[in-house]
């Protein structure tokens, strides 16, 4: 059995810079700065980890508060809720993304897969920006989450553990295979074993993908057969 991970931003789907906004104004409201933010990176942080670094940028002395720092999270759930509401928004699923889920429900009933996400969201940011793509949080019936640890590298390993939980039996190594679109993604499989699926779909290209030493590589996810064979090799 395969534990099948995905990351959400940038890999399943594209929010239109709603969650950028809403935790820049979550940021503001609740600690009245939100430091340098314009020319910060989000692709491939936890949401608290983007909160405690912008914080600390800004010299701001309660940057390492984790009540603060779960007080500014708590609020741009409220906010993402707004955002992910208005009229105007607009949430993709990228390229090949709804063919790949339906295609991988066989393996699921024949217990050969088990799909879950592996996202720097915490958990309630990524059931809303799950949910305004059209799909059913519950369709992964694992994961792991920014709410989880801050640090993207401890979350395959609680994954992995919540799988071995639900399923009674253990995954480790190449049983688990995380999908995304960072070298951060790429990276917190090592220290486990996993194997990655690098999807360019987000902000780093093929080559950057390969660099960062993924096991396959794709411009997309439109491939179904090809992606199948990458995920179950």
Known sequence: M??????????????????RRAIHRALLDEMGTAGPIEGYRFDGKTDPQIVRELLALAGHPECESEDRITAVCER???????????P????????GISDLLAALEPHEVEGRALVGLLTGNVQRGAALKIRSAGLDPSRFV???????????????????????ERTGRRFTGADIVVIG???????CARPIGART????TGFFDVAALRAAGATHVFA???DTQAVLEALFA
């Open 76 to 86: 741009y759930v409220a906010l993402l809720t707004a955002e992910l509401a208005k």
């Open 142 to 164: 694992v994961g792991a989450f920014g709410s989880d640890s801050h640090r993207r590298a401890d979350l395959p390993a609680i994954a992995a553990q919540r799988a071995a």
């Open 181 to 187: 679109d960072t070298p951060d993604d790429v990276a």
């Open 2 to 19: 395969r534990l099948i991970l995905f990351d959400i931003d940038g890999t399943l789907l594209w929010t239109n810079g709603a969650g």
């Open 220 to 222: 997309n996810l439109g």
């Open 88 to 95: 105007t928004q607009a949430t993709r699923l990228y390229p």
């Open 197 to 200: 699926v690098a999807v360019a």
